[in-house]
């Protein structure tokens, strides 16, 4: 029989893992003991636990299954927190699994060290911001109890919970069985594809809007098939940008409301029908849409459940419906023809002159170096770099576009590495940068080598944009090209055009070390798209 740690970690791999990110401690030495010796699953130990959750969070989102993040108990739960919370938001399956006192040291009337508040506290706070917790202190009902937290995450595409305590890591278990999914009642499922099917019928002009679950649930083929057979134009939410890059004649841009291209947002907000597809309803989405959903042509299919009109179908997997969509559609007569605007336009051809550097450079230099040598997978922090996002081709991207945390760009760049094996660009402003940049020092050990944009304008300039007469937005210049060497790769600062161009060349032609390109940005200036963002925002906030 195996012990309880070899069973866990051929749990995980069997549900979907293919590495784990973590940092050991002394509740859970043990278990990183078994990791090392058994080599189960690779384990990326990282150097602070907002990091480790980052990267596991981006290696789900990447991979569309789960991500590991394995920390100690108390202090390394605890840092993990934000990073899980942001999973959570934005529907990454995360698996924490967490160390824990063993049985005696719980009995044995001491406040423990890392213990917070009581010894249970760790558990509480997760069951806060996870959709489902095993505490793994009974050797036989643990498997079936990992079991059912990692079917829930993968169902859910939702973080969970598991506690191990220390005691129990060699204890001998049976093996963790493989859940079947839950299916979707079979009627149920008939009835909202044929209403859904209805509705999209009667309609002149309807769209398709996707969003994190199409991703989540490996189901972009299959939209934009069924997009395709409808003829019905698809638009992402800025959440889901990066969605359908594969599918660019059914893709018509992102949705940005008033911030974004007006073909897209008429294209939207004109619609006689939408279908909502693994959409979050957020204001990151939708704080800036001129038009209010007419619920009576809306659908909305997210966290297994669909709405259609003012009535709601529960515990319906969204890849069972668009499966349904398509078995409902089959050899369709060809759609009615339409008109639809262009694909978005985005920027090209950056002169590289001396002029000094603006966002929307780096996007033209970006959209100019993807057409030489080919899309890169991205990973993108909060901050104008996520909104130059926006004006960069569509290609693969991780950002936390709606719970906002910063800190998230480069250890998510590092998971996307590790857990595709591709060379992913990183985009992260200064002031993220300063929380969680230094992870850069990691790769030389795993000789991961990602290009990171370091957007240096000197400041906090979101903030700026909505509170111009703080000065505490005024950073100081941190020449974070110059640390590059010593943390193991190349750094360069360009202030230029010409300078971004060149550097852009030479990181590509890099391989091995990671290539960091410090692009110089004069205070004040920002991406047409936050620009418009905030302009938007403004007069929404005029208008109420
Ligand atoms: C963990 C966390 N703490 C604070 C904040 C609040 C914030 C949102 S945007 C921002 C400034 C970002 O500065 P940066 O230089 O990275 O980018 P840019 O604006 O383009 O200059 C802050 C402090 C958030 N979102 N998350
Ligand atoms: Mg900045």
């Not at 169902?155 to 859940?179: C, F, K, Q, T």
């Not at 590790?418 to 002031?431: E, S």
Request: charged content about 20%; hydrophobic content about 45%; glycine content about 8%.
């Amino acid at each position: 029989m195996p012990t309880l740690a070899t069973a866990l970690l051929q749990g995980l791999k069997d549900h979907g893992a293919r590495e784990l990110f973590g940092i050991p401690g002394d509740f859970v030495l043990p278990f990183f003991k078994i990791v090392e010796e058994t080599a189960i699953l690779p384990c990326f130990t990282l150097s602070h636990e907002p990091a480790v959750g980052f990267a596991a969070d981006a290696a789900a989102r990447y991979r569309s299954g789960i991500g590991v993040a394995v920390v100690t108990y108390g202090a390394g739960a605890f840092n993990v927190v934000n990073a899980v919370a942001g999973a959570y938001a934005e529907r990454s399956p995360v698996v924490v699994v967490a160390g824990a006192p063993g049985a005696r040291e719980r009995a044995s009337g001491l406040l423990l060290h890392h213990q917070a508040r009581s010894v249970d506290t760790q558990f509480a706070v997760f069951r806060e911001i996870t959709c489902d917790q095993a505490v793994l202190d009974d050797p036989v009902t643990a498997p079936g109890e990992i079991a059912r937290v990692l079917r829930s995450a993968r169902e859910r595409s939702l973080p969970v919970y598991i506690e191990l305590p220390r005691d129990m890591v060699d204890v001998e278990v049976a093996p963790v069985p493989v859940l079947p999914p839950r299916a979707a009642e079979p009627d149920a499922l008939a009835e909202c594809a044929a209403e859904i099917v209805a509705l999209l019928g009667r309609a002149t002009s309807p769209v398709i809007v996707v969003d994190v679950e199409v991703r989540r649930y490996g189901i972009e083929a299959a939209v934009a098939t069924l997009a395709r057979r409808l003829g019905i134009p698809v638009v992402t939410t800025f959440m889901g940008r990066g969605l359908l890059q594969q599918a660019p004649d059914v893709l018509r841009g992102t949705y940005l409301g008033s911030a974004g291209d007006p073909a897209v947002t008429r294209l939207v907000e004109d619609a006689d029908a939408l279908l909502l597809l693994g959409v979050i309803l957020c204001d990151t989405n939708f704080a800036l849409s001129e038009k209010r959903f007419d619920w009576r042509h809306t659908v909305l299919a997210i966290d297994r459940s669909v709405r259609v009109g003012h009535h709601v179908y529960p515990d319906l997997p969204i890849e069972d419906l668009v499966a349904a969509l398509l078995d409902r559609t089959e050899g369709d007569a060809a759609p009615k023809p339409r008109t639809l605007p262009p694909f978005e336009a985005y920027p090209r051809g950056l002169v590289a002159d001396d002029r000094p550097l603006a966002p929307t450079d780096i996007a033209t230099a970006l959209n100019d170096l993807f057409d030489r040598h080919g899309p890169m997978p991205m990973a993108s922090d909060i901050g104008d770099c996520l909104f130059t996002a926006m004006e960069i081709d569509n290609t693969a991207l991780a950002a936390p576009g709606y719970y906002a945390g910063m800190g998230f760009g480069v250890p998510a760049g590092i998971g996307v590495a590790a857990a595709t094996g591709t060379r992913p660009l990183i985009l992260v402003g200064d002031g993220a940068f300063q929380m969680t940049g230094w992870e850069l020092g990691n790769c030389r050990r795993y000789g991961l080598d990602p290009i990171v944009i370091v957007f240096n304008n000197a400041s906090w300039e979101m903030l700026r944009v909505f509170q111009p007469e703080s000065k505490f937005n005024d950073l100081s210049d941190w020449n974070f090209a110059a640390a590059a060497p010593s943390l193991g790769g190349h750094g360069e600062r360009v202030s230029t055009r010409k300078e971004l161009a060149a550097a852009l060349e030479q990181a590509v032609a890099r391989r091995g070390v990671f290539s960091l390109i410090e692009a110089m940005i004069p205070r004040g200036v920002t991406s047409r798209t936050l620009a418009r963002f905030v302009s938007g925002l403004k007069s929404a906030r005029d208008r109420q």
